[in-house]
């Protein structure tokens, strides 16, 4: 919470002096985040798509609903499934990769060269990352659903005969537009998590190598006896 309001904070001070702002670094957090990322979620999604049009498609043919599969698919994977993907993914890699920069930097004591000189960590650390991850998400998710629909697409022609031309006509009336944009909201919201949890336990690391591979904890203490 205390990393979400001074986000907050240092959003209101760039709109106020954009030019001061971290913009190699967001643009480096951009490209290392998001267009990196491509390949593997492009895999996945394509491979949940042929796995959920396989798993469907069996239980569509014994009710003959074949075309109902075109709903099925667009509908998880647009509003659900590409977004949370996308998510799961990214976290495991990028926020993973968050976390360890920042603690290399505690390590190496560039945080305390950082305060000594008089810069936020929140302003250069946290809100590049935050704002690369807002952005980046909902493209990667978009990306993402597109491939798990060619692989749900290709799944259905082969295992119930559906062309590709039907399926890509009846995916508009199948999915609608509110679809599309609760799925780019929870993008949003779950970039901005991943880059704040990433900060926070990065931020954590104690300056000794042994703290980074595990998460900090609290120290135990007895209850007072009154």
């Not at 209101?12 to 643009?27: I, M, N, T, V, W």
Request: net charge positive.
């Amino acid at each position: 919470m205390r990393l979400l309001g001074t986000l907050t904070i240092n959003l209101g001070q760039l709109l106020k002096a954009p030019h001061e702002g971290p913009r190699r670094d967001f643009s480096g957090h951009l490209y290392r985040i998001g267009a990196t990322s491509l390949p593997i979620t492009a895999l996945v999604g394509s491979l949940i798509g042929v796995v959920l049009a396989y798993l469907t498609a069996q239980q569509l043919r014994q009710l003959g609903a074949d075309a109902f599969i075109v709903d099925i698919l667009g509908v998880a994977l647009v509003r659900e499934l590409g977004p949370m993907l996308a998510a799961i993914l990214i976290a495991g890699r990028s926020g993973s990769a968050i976390t360890a920069e920042i603690g290399v930097m505690r390590v190496t004591d560039e945080l305390d060269a950082m305060r000594v000189m008089g810069i936020s960590h929140s302003f250069r650390l946290v809100m590049p990352r935050a704002m690369a991850l807002a952005i980046a998400m909902p493209l990667i998710s978009c990306w993402t659903t597109v491939a798990g629909l060619i692989g749900g697409m290709v799944a259905a022609d082969l295992s119930l005969g559906i062309s590709p031309t039907f399926f890509i006509n009846a995916l508009p009336q199948a999915v609608h537009v509110h679809n599309l944009l609760l799925g780019s909201v929870k993008s949003v919201v779950f970039g901005i998590l991943i880059a704040l949890i990433g900060c926070h336990f990065g931020l954590r690391v104690q300056p000794n190598t042994q703290s980074r591979g595990r998460a900090p904890r609290r120290r135990w203490s007895p209850p007072s006896r009154s």
